[in-house]
């Protein structure tokens, strides 16, 4: 059989992702989509080992399968990382923990519209400081079994409010364009992490959690307070 192109690779994406049906599958699919996307648009640069994208407002929302897999992972660490985790964790609740429960809210629609806009200005410029509490040593901590979401930024594009997006940084949308501008095209295929969620949420949720989904602050918060962790 012939190989596929890495053009054809991203053609097909969603005929792939019919036949995911478990974490371990969907990783292997968004290996193979951002390998292709990093031959076919080389102006992306998060190849370079740039963590930006752990740091301020853009933290993933984990799914509860997802969490379980990386909380199983931390207690395996050692004790040393555990104990940086844990210290990261618990001082940026005491700083931003009306933030991380505002975000937690809505992402559960828990909120009004008029807090939203209250609120939602202030996100970005409180979070500005603040980096993921896996985030250690310049590097994941949890590499390995770091959510899809995380995987997938930097290489996506979503469709939000009817508008297609750039999954990214501001670096590397400018960079895009930039190369769109340079090769004379408007064109660009990337797959829709639309699609991805909407796969996602067939395999990914545990009703025996507290929660089917939420940032990372208050997963690892109530991991501690009810002793998971
Ligand atoms: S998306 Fe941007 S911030 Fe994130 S790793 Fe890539 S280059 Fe870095
Ligand atoms: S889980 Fe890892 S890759 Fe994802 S935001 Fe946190 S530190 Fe960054």
Redesign the pocket.
């Known amino acids: 059989m012939l190989e596929k192109t890495n053009f054809e690779i991203l053609n097909n994406y969603l005929l792939d992702l019919q036949r995911v049906d478990s974490l371990e599958k969907m990783q292997e699919l968004v290996a193979k989509l951002t390998n292709s996307i990093d031959q076919v648009y080389p102006c992306?640069?998060?190849k370079?080992?740039?963590?930006?994208?752990?740091t301020g407002s853009s933290m993933p929302n984990v799914y509860v399968k997802e969490w379980q897999r990386i909380r199983e992972y931390i207690k395996n660490l050692d004790l040393e990382t555990q104990k940086a985790i844990k210290e990261k964790t618990l001082g940026m609740i005491e700083r931003k923990g009306d933030i991380f429960n505002f975000i937690h809210n809505v992402i559960h629609q828990k909120i009004t519209e008029t807090d939203l806009t209250e609120f939602a200005n202030k996100v970005s410029s409180e979070l500005k400081c603040e980096s993921c509490p896996l985030h250690q040593n310049g590097k994941c901590s949890v590499y390995e079994v770091r959510p899809i979401k995380c995987r997938v930024?930097?290489?996506f594009s979503f469709v939000f409010d009817n508008k297609v997006q750039f999954l990214?940084?501001?670096?590397?949308t400018n960079k895009m364009h930039e190369y769109l501008t340079k090769n004379k095209t408007n064109q660009i295929v990337l797959p829709y992490w639309n699609s991805f969620e909407r796969k996602m949420v067939t395999f990914v949720l545990d009703e025996h959690e507290n929660h089917q989904m939420t940032i990372i602050p208050i997963w690892l918060k109530e991991d501690y307070e009810s002793g998971k962790l």
């Open positions: 992306i640069t998060c370079t080992g740039c963590y930006t994208c752990c930024f930097g290489y990214s940084c501001e670096s590397d």
